[in-house]
């Protein structure tokens, strides 16, 4: 079961940290992503990180302002964001499986999400 932690209420320019937890599962065997949804929009791939922890695939969206990473020995992956803007509004979900990529079909099991909302 996964467990998407840390959303919350900023101002433009702030940042957040994410947290995905997982319990039950050999983390490290898995791929972890991060995407979010909007109201009204459909659901937009926000970064992944490979199963060792040193190769990650932002979107163009977010690349330069979040970080993704993971420790595999607390089975924990981190989504740290700054500069965050009103566009980052939405929520937000992280998801693992064996695929390394940014198609949400391809990913095997999912947190419940979490709210991010920055305001103007």
């Known amino acids: 079961q996964l467990q998407a932690s840390g959303g919350g209420l900023v101002q433009t320019g702030g940042s957040l940290r994410l947290s995905c937890t997982t319990s039950?599962?050999?983390?490290?065997?898995?791929?972890v992503g991060w995407f979010r949804q909007a109201p009204g929009k459909e659901r937009e791939f926000v970064t992944a990180i490979g199963r060792s922890g040193i190769s990650t695939i932002p979107a163009d969206s977010v690349k330069g302002r979040f970080t993704i990473s993971r420790d595999n020995a607390k089975n924990t992956v981190c989504l740290q964001m700054n500069s965050l803007r009103p566009e980052d509004t939405a929520v937000y979900y992280c998801?693992?499986?064996?695929?390394?990529?940014?198609?949400?079909?391809?990913?095997?099991?999912w947190g419940q999400g979490t709210q991010v909302t920055v305001s103007s």
């Open positions: 039950g599962r050999t983390f490290s065997t898995y791929v």
């Open positions: 998801a693992v499986g064996s695929y390394y990529g940014p198609d949400d079909d391809e990913y095997d099991y």
